[in-house]
């Protein structure tokens, strides 16, 4: 069963649809299935949730990337085989940034998601860095809980 905070952010999607398309008959509008218990779903329910209230949220990718130094040959008989290697090469971003950089209500807010794991000691760093220059950082589990960070925020304006 769905939780209020996904029922909320899939009411939320809908006026956002009803807004764009005005014209679209009501059975033909559909939205995204949301779920918030995988990293990358709840990241993506955070980021719609924030854009349909009309604030700035973008996803931050430190992974790096891939350079694939291997190509593909052919032997005499026209058999083709991949000869060669690829390495992965650092990112430009600094280690341990936060899944989510917001803005909301003119605050810079970074939003790190924790489903199964802990905070790693860059991210413990990172989080001092943003906190002693201000911003705010929050560790969410769920939709529920930034819900509840939001509305804070909210009642604090």
């Given at each position: 069963?769905?939780?209020?905070?996904l029922?909320?952010?899939?009411?939320?999607?809908?006026?956002?649809?009803?807004l764009?398309h005005?014209d679209y008959?009501?059975?033909?509008?559909?939205t995204?299935?949301?779920?918030?218990?995988?990293?990358?779903?709840l990241?993506?329910?955070?980021?719609?949730?924030?854009?349909?209230?009309?604030?700035q949220c973008e996803?931050v990718?430190?992974?790096?990337?891939?350079?694939d130094?291997?190509?593909v040959?052919?032997?005499?008989?026209?058999?083709?085989?991949?000869?060669?290697s690829?390495?992965w090469?650092?990112?430009s971003?600094?280690?341990?940034?936060?899944?989510?950089?917001?803005?909301?209500?003119?605050?810079s807010v970074k939003v790190e998601?924790?489903?199964?794991?802990?905070?790693?000691?860059?991210?413990?760093?990172?989080?001092?860095?943003v906190e002693?220059?201000g911003g705010?950082?929050?560790?969410?589990h769920?939709l529920e809980?930034?819900?509840?960070f939001?509305?804070?925020?909210?009642?604090h304006e």
């Amino acid at each position: 069963m769905a939780s209020e905070a996904l029922r909320q952010l899939r009411e939320l999607a809908l006026a956002d649809s009803r807004l764009k398309h005005p014209d679209y008959p009501e059975q033909w509008r559909c939205t995204r299935t949301y779920n918030d218990r995988t990293s990358n779903g709840l990241q993506l329910c955070i980021s719609d949730f924030l854009k349909f209230r009309g604030h700035q949220c973008e996803r931050v990718a430190v992974m790096g990337r891939y350079i694939d130094n291997s190509k593909v040959v052919r032997d005499c008989l026209g058999r083709s085989m991949r000869i060669g290697s690829g390495k992965w090469i650092p990112g430009s971003m600094q280690k341990g940034s936060a899944d989510l950089s917001c803005i909301i209500f003119g605050k810079s807010v970074k939003v790190e998601i924790k489903i199964k794991d802990s905070q790693s000691v860059f991210q413990k760093q990172y989080q001092e860095q943003v906190e002693a220059a201000g911003g705010i950082y929050i560790i969410c589990h769920s939709l529920e809980e930034f819900i509840t960070f939001y509305n804070k925020l909210l009642n604090h304006e």
